[in-house]
């Protein structure tokens, strides 16, 4: 089993006076290549301060990148921090192995 992952980034929430991006809406799909069977998930992710509080990013900030600037790779890689993606992974991937365990099994009768 061989399952590919196309994760994107479907909507940004962000202030328009200085474009700092504060929620982010993304979907995470994996296919696998042998049996074409598919899962899809979707989330938010929120910027938070340190103390783990959602808080808007300060546009000050030496490392602060406009809005203007960001790629889709900068922001999946917000989304994906801390084993987020990982963890989508993982829950995509057993959601497909199980949809596959499920089509070796058949009821009904033989008449």
């Known amino acids: ?3 590919t992952f196309t994760w994107s ?5 962000k202030v328009t ?4 991006v504060y929620k982010v809406e993304w979907s995470c799909s994996g296919v696998d290549a042998d049996t ?3 899962h ?3 989330g938010s992710y929120l910027h938070t301060d340190s103390d783990g509080v959602q808080a808007t990013p300060d546009h000050t900030a030496s490392d602060f990148k406009a809005y203007t ?3 889709e790779a900068d922001v999946l890689a917000w989304c994906k921090a801390d084993g987020v993606g990982a963890s989508n992974e993982a829950l995509i991937t057993s959601n497909i192995t199980n949809k596959i365990a499920a089509q070796a099994n058949s009821t009904g009768l033989p008449w």
């Not at 980034?9 to 929430?13: A, I, L, Q, T, Y």
């Not at 006076?17 to 700092?20: L, Q, R, V």
């Open 17 to 20: 006076e200085t474009g700092a």
């Open 1 to 3: 089993m061989a399952i």
């Open 36 to 38: 074409k069977v598919s």
């Open 69 to 71: 600037d960001l790629t």
């Open 40 to 42: 899809s998930r979707s």
């Open 9 to 13: 980034v479907n909507d940004m929430h």
